[in-house]
């Protein structure tokens, strides 16, 4: 039997593809992260089986929880949420990418924790495009300061840049922001950094994939269209 799950997540896979396709990008060029906060274990595992193969989540407390039931399964977890120095210990243990590093605070502590258990943590910059002050990540202006920062801490690899837009009903509103994101990604690659690939750019939610993709995503982050409204 189909679930409602794997159903959302057939239709999902075919906007990402068609997005891709009409930005004359290749479909696999773009990975759905299955951003699953407050969703409960059994709802993963099913969505996991469905084909999902990155999940997203916030709350460290919250994803070690699930991670007791869940960590045989064939996926790969991502950290999106706000990251506190004190969890970075569980961050690196349990996290194959941190998209949210917007402190060079924050950056030193992952390294630190990643040293002890001798891993190469890969991470993201979050940068807050729109300058919102309730919003995380860094100012445009500071990435290339804290990038240049990231290349000496030696269990840090740097992947690319991550960023939440303000919320616009429109999404074509929103498009200013991708796009300034892929900017500032084009801009520190012109500085060479060594070791540092600048692949990734994780942007774009359920309201607004589409137009991230055509502005250049990597990683779109999509609960809601897949596990449907959060209580
Ligand atoms: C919750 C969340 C998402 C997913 O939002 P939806 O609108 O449910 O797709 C994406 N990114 C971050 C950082 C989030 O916190």
Redesign the pocket.
């Known amino acids: 039997m189909m679930t409602a799950i794997s159903q959302n997540l057939t239709a999902i896979q075919t906007y990402i593809t068609q997005a891709a396709l009409s930005a004359g990008r290749a479909p696999d060029a773009v990975q759905l992260v299955a951003?699953s906060?407050t969703i409960a274990a059994e709802e993963i595992r099913r969505a996991i089986e469905a084909g999902v193969t990155v999940l997203?989540e916030?709350y460290i407390q919250e994803a070690r929880a699930k991670f007791k039931q869940l960590s045989t399964l064939p996926a790969a977890w991502h950290f999106?949420?706000h990251l506190q120095t004190n969890k970075a210990k569980y961050a690196v243990r349990q996290f194959d990418l941190i998209h949210t590093v917007d402190s060079s605070r924050v950056a030193k502590a992952i390294n630190r924790e990643a040293a002890k258990i001798d891993k190469i943590q890969k991470i993201l910059i979050q940068v807050n495009i729109s300058k919102e002050e309730t919003k995380s990540g860094i100012e445009t202006e500071k990435v290339a300061e804290l990038a240049e920062e990231i290349v000496h801490l030696e269990h840090l690899k740097l992947k690319g840049l991550m960023t939440?837009p303000p919320f616009f009903n429109a999404p074509e509103k929103v498009r200013p922001f991708f796009r300034r994101l892929r900017e500032t990604r084009d801009q520190l690659r012109q500085r060479n950094l060594p070791g540092v690939d600048l692949t990734e750019l994780s942007m774009g939610?359920?309201?607004d994939f589409e137009v991230a993709i055509a502005e250049g995503a990597t990683l779109v982050?999509?609960?809601?269209?897949i596990f449907g409204e959060?209580a």
């Open positions: 951003v906060k997203g916030n999106i949420g939440m939610m359920t309201g982050r999509i609960g809601t269209a959060r």
